[in-house]
């Protein structure tokens, strides 16, 4: 992965000339490309943790495992937001942990914390590093020190139950690998989010991920059907059953909490029958209400396809969802629908499906383009990360966000969050897809991109605020599937309210005491 970008080098993309004119005729970015510093010209702060803490780290999973070398360091700074990606290019690697610990066992993860509880040393656990809310910024305020907790070693497959359709996992495992292992038993997890090539079976827990066929597959939180964690005052093993009237669902409070109760080391994870033929397909639509239309009358009537996405005007005209063919976009909105054999329970063969989404897109207003618009999506659907750093280099800066409502509440909330970028930005481009939907509603995923200011991080920081503001007041989640990190935990805080809050501390309280486990991130710190 690029320290300071998306990727693998290797595949680093030139912008299309398309994009170059794009970016000078309607956006005004006139200056030439930046490249980002060197590695190592990071500037990096000390190692606070002193020698014999670090012996003491050492102890507990040997002296390879505990890194403090400026790549290791520069490699675990931030995540991979914007943002996060401005600042590292900028050779700002202030938010450095001081040491990156990587454990082997459970056993492991559960004495390092132990150690860092009695030590005080803060713990960010780390899975692929793909966080986009600032859910690995690490703060060494009152702390003695700051590791990131790399899971990467913690990389196994533990088991497959093919008569149940459950498989077990190490957290650290990356998606692509986990897709190797299962296919040799005929089987697939199904979740395939655009950051798939990097992020981890643990990361997907903890920020609750939604993947490209969520509408097949579900989000990853409903594949989750039991964890096994590690907090600083035990254990906890939850999922003994796939559904239980046995109290309050407790695996709810990990999903999604981010790494500050505890560090998932297994997942429980319910698996499908790996698909033996895929059809995709493009629709046209006259406008987006139309197109949005027959999204709910597919999620409310079935049948569902696997995949079901649908671009804004805006974004139909770039043509992002065809990133391998930026600049050939059309008119009107796109809809992509895919159908798979795998991943729907309902019975029917694909192409019977395929014909049921086709008479319902048919009544709500569609015009069929055949399979190659569905086959350029499927083609490019990983790639679009990679153009974001040569946009980066040349002046602009481009961000995505996302927030989810009940259908009635969506145009709201389309026209709340674009409000808000124009007010805080002057003219951005704003596009817009759906990607996401169930019987009551879906996600709204918005890609801004605009001309660099001096401050870049600052001119960000403004917008952002407005449209967490905006999505609060217009009635939407402040996430739909990149999660709360630091970015969102304020909106989050309005969200769930002071009772809310009140509980998240208590458990955090409980659970962790010393409150090592990722400080700031998700829990707004008590007002002083
Ligand atoms: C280019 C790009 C595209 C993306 N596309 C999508 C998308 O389509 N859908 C989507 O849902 N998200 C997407 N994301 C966001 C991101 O990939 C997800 O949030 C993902 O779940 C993070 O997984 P990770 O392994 O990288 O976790 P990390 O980024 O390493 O960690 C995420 C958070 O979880 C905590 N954590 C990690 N592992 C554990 C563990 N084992 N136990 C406890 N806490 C842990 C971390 O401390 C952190 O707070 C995208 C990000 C990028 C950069």
């Not at 690697?93 to 132990?114: C, I, K």
């Amino acid at each position: 992965m690029l320290w300071s970008g998306w990727g693998d080098p290797a595949l680093a993309r030139e912008l299309p000339s398309g994009v170059r004119a794009l970016l000078r005729d309607f956006l005004g970015v006139r200056a030439p490309d930046v490249p980002a510093v060197g590695l190592e010209s990071v500037r990096l702060p000390p190692v606070a943790l002193p020698e014999p803490l670090l012996g003491l780290l050492a102890e507990v999973v040997g002296s390879a495992y505990v890194l403090t070398s400026h790549e290791a360091r520069v490699r675990h700074t931030r995540g991979k937001s914007t943002p996060d990606l401005l600042r590292m290019r900028a050779g700002d690697g202030s938010a450095a942990p001081d040491a990156v610990v990587l454990p082997g066992s459970h056993e492991e993860v559960a004495e390092l914390l132990r150690v860092c509880s009695a030590e005080r040393v803060a713990v960010i656990p780390f899975g692929g590093g793909t966080s986009v809310v600032g859910g690995l910024t690490a703060s060494g305020a009152g702390f003695t020190g700051v590791i990131a907790l790399d899971l990467g070693r913690l990389d196994r497959l533990l088991s497959v139950d093919a008569e149940s359709l459950v498989a077990s996992f190490e957290p650290g495992v990356r998606a692509p690998e986990a897709e190797r292992l299962l296919a040799a038993h005929g089987l697939t997890l199904g979740h395939f989010p655009q950051s798939f090539e990097y992020a981890t079976l643990g990361g997907f827990a903890a920020a609750r991920s939604s993947g490209q066929a969520s509408a097949g597959y579900g989000r990853f939180d409903d594949m989750v059907v039991g964890l096994t964690v590690a907090t600083p005052i035990g254990t906890l093993d939850l999922g003994r059953a796939p559904k239980s009237a046995a109290g309050p669902d407790l695996r709810q409070l990990v999903l999604g909490s981010e790494g500050v109760f505890g560090v998932i080391t297994s997942l429980r994870l319910r698996v499908r029958r790996a698909p033996d033929e895929r059809r995709y397909e493009g629709w046209r639509f006259g406008t987006f209400a139309e197109g949005t239309a027959a999204m709910r009358a597919l999620a409310q009537e079935g049948p569902l396809p696997t995949v079901l996405r649908l671009s804004d005007e805006t974004e139909t005209m770039i043509g992002l969802a065809k990133p391998d063919a930026i600049g050939s976009g059309g008119s009107g909105c796109l809809l992509i629908a895919g159908h798979e054999s795998g991943g729907v329970l309902e019975g029917g063969s694909v192409a019977a499906r395929q014909a049921g989404a086709a008479a319902v897109l048919t009544r709500m207003g569609g015009e069929p383009l055949g399979a190659e618009p569905g086959q350029a999506w499927e083609r490019g659907r990983f790639s679009a990360p990679y153009l974001r750093d040569s946009l980066l280099a040349a002046g602009a800066t481009v961000e995505t966000l996302e927030t989810a409502g009940f259908w009635a509440n969506l145009p709201r909330l389309y026209d709340a969050v674009r409000l808000a970028l124009a007010g805080a930005l002057g003219s951005p481009l704003v596009m817009c897809h759906i990607s996401h939907v169930y019987e009551t509603g879906a996600s709204l995923y918005f890609t801004v991109v605009v001309a660099q200011e001096g401050d870049p991080v600052a001119q960000w920081e403004r917008a952002k605020e407005a449209v967490n503001t905006a999505i609060v007041a217009a009635g939407g989640t402040i996430s739909h599937h990149h999660g709360v990190g630091r970015d969102h935990r304020e909106a989050y805080a309005a969200e769930v309210g002071p009772v809310g809050v009140s509980i998240l501390q208590a458990v955090k309280d409980r659970l962790d005491p010393a409150g090592i486990l990722n400080p700031g991130t998700l829990i707004p710190p008590p007002a002083a």
